[in-house]
């Protein structure tokens, strides 16, 4: 797609064509849905989430439906941070579109790690995962509590050369305490929201269906909670705020952009229908035009509470 | 050109092939075009987040068709799609059985893990023996489309009610064959796994799990493989499957 200015978004002094970014776990590091279309016609890729060193994953079942949404504990697996770089970096640098890598981790110092990694290469932006509620030991520890977030944020803000994003987990009391204790960190931006830990049981085994026992709850059904949050976090702090969660049609979008977003991330919409993310586009733009909004940056921050 | 890719299809026929087993052939050109025997499609039901991955059971010039059972609630709403309906169809997807019409295949299935074996039944041109299993006479499906192929084909059911009562392996007595190719659940896999051990043939068979994407971007349907040096890890079924040489497999 060629540049359209109208859609042209800046997060965290990186330029963005568009504010429709795939979000990390749902696209992988692009090849497949790359199959469909130019990876250039989205803003970005958020990359499937990576470790320090390579990750099995958690063993099957991994995912289910629910009612508006899935359930998915698919536990980091990855083939470890080198292997990105250097396998899958090299091919999607060249798609024309922003990469995120996503970055998770059992310790302060894998995080580091990870990111110091990530210094030297075409990546445009890291975003911090310390909210994947699938793994024991996947950085949701570092994301339930205000001085965990500032920690790691502040760890990582120390070896990482990219702009920072940190993705928050929607499994707290309180999510703008977790925004505010990232700012104060150093993150440059913030994105949420992660899944919501669900769980669902088989009536007639009594097992439960994931064999994690518990998922991540994702789809329509968290919309609501999402644009909530991205509302209240938008009202705390001065960061860019990056929405997600539930995301499937151009009207979200336009939606969690109105509660303070200055872009969106779109995930399990795209295995309903792989090309989610650029209806969602075309849609936003043809609804701007309508509107006679000339710079999606006007939505941003544009519902009027009553 | 793209590999696999989403198109509304229209639905040409459907009919209930035995109680909760339905039968739909939809057109789709371009799809068909790509498809191989053993590939599948995710479905699209609307007002459900995940697509119903669905294996294609025979391939036409400018059709594709699929034998399908009511399992949940979108297999449900799909059954009462009717002829002149669109469908939302992703397709082709995963790898296919690997097909060599020069080599005698043995065909093991069961209940509905035979449908996707029509396919390679027909690709087969009839070198192959097919042996199906059903729970009992009312659910025996596709004998005949079968036998179209020029395939010999052998019937068992669980309880005897029509053809060999017994396991579908007992079918295969005597029945030479260069390869075995199964679909259809664990036990009947095991079986099938174990007799081409015997015989010394590769064995490639069919897997399902739960699936998201159907791609291989969400890496949600993991299977557990080894990679023959003893490595294990998590392959997934989308994507290196859904057919798997057996040796590749940690467990049936």
């Known amino acids: 797609m060629e540049k359209n200015n109208k859609l042209s978004v800046n997060i965290a002094g990186v330029e963005f064509n568009n504010p429709i970014i795939a979000a990390s776990g749902t696209f992988g590091f692009g090849r497949e849905y790359g199959e469909l279309y130019p990876l250039s016609e989205l803003g970005g890729i958020s990359c499937k989430g990576t470790t320090l060193k390579e990750r099995p994953g958690n063993p099957p079942p991994r995912v289910t439906e629910t009612p508006g949404g899935m359930l998915n504990a698919v536990g980091l697996q990855n083939p470890g941070v080198e292997h990105f770089i250097n396998e899958d970096l090299p091919w999607l640098s060249k798609q024309g579109t922003r990469i995120i890598a996503n970055i998770a981790g059992s310790t302060v110092e894998d995080y580091c790690r990870t990111a110091e990694l990530l210094n030297g290469t075409a990546v445009d932006m890291v975003e911090l995962n310390i909210s994947c509620p699938n793994v024991k030991e996947g950085g949701v520890q570092f994301g339930v509590t205000a001085e965990g977030v500032e920690g790691i944020t502040r760890a990582v803000r120390e070896r990482c050369k990219k702009p920072l994003m940190v993705k928050l987990s929607p499994n707290v009391t309180d999510i703008t305490e977790m925004a505010i204790a990232a700012e104060s960190g150093g993150a440059d931006a913030l994105s949420l929201i992660n899944t919501l830990t669900g769980m669902r049981i088989d009536i007639n085994s009594r097992r439960p269906i994931i064999r994690n026992n518990t998922g991540g709850l994702s789809g329509p059904a968290v919309l609501p909670v999402a644009i909530r949050m991205v509302w209240q976090v938008c009202n705390k702090v001065k960061l860019p705020v990056v929405g997600l969660g539930g995301i499937s049609t151009w009207q979200d979008a336009v939606e969690m952009l109105l509660a303070g977003a200055v872009a969106i991330q779109v995930g399990t919409a795209i295995f309903t229908d792989p090309y989610a993310p650029i209806k969602i586009r075309d849609g936003l733009l043809e609804f701007m035009d309508k509107k006679g909004v000339k710079s999606v940056s006007e939505l941003t921050g544009g519902v009027r509470p009553w | ?252």
């Open chain 2, 1 to 252: 050109m793209k590999p696999f890719d989403s198109r509304q299809c229209k639905l040409l026929a459907a009919r209930e092939l035995s109680p909760g087993i339905f039968d739909f052939t939809v057109s789709c050109p371009e799809l068909a075009a790509l498809a191989a025997p053993g590939q599948f499609a995710q479905i699209l039901v609307p007002g459900h987040t995940l697509r119903r991955p669905i294996s294609i059971c025979s391939i036409g010039r400018e059709t594709l068709r699929f034998v399908f059972q009511v399992r949940g609630e979108g297999t449900e709403k799909l059954s009462r799609y009717r002829p002149g309906d669109d469908i939302d169809i992703l397709a082709p997807l995963g790898k296919g059985f690997p097909i060599d019409p020069n080599k005698r295949t043995l065909l093991v299935g069961g209940g509905i893990g035979v449908p996707p074996l029509l396919g390679v039944a027909e690709a087969l041109g009839g070198n192959a023996v097919a042996v199906l299993g059903f729970r009992n006479r009312d659910l025996v499906i596709l004998e005949e489309d079968f036998k179209n192929t020029g395939a010999k084909v052998l019937i068992a059911t669980d309880d005897g009610s029509y053809g060999h009562k017994g396991l579908v392996t007992d079918l295969a007595t005597g029945e030479d064959f260069q390869v075995l190719m199964a679909c259809g659940p664990g036990p009947m896999l095991r079986g099938a796994g174990a007799l081409a051990g015997e015989r010394g043939v590769p064995g490639y068979l069919s897997l399902e799990q739960r699936m998201a994407c159907g791609v291989g971007a969400c890496l949600g349907c993991a299977v557990a493989l080894t990679d023959g040096e003893g490595r294990e890890y998590f392959g997934h079924v989308c994507k290196d499957g859904p057919v798997f040489p057996m040796d590749r497999l940690k467990e049936v």
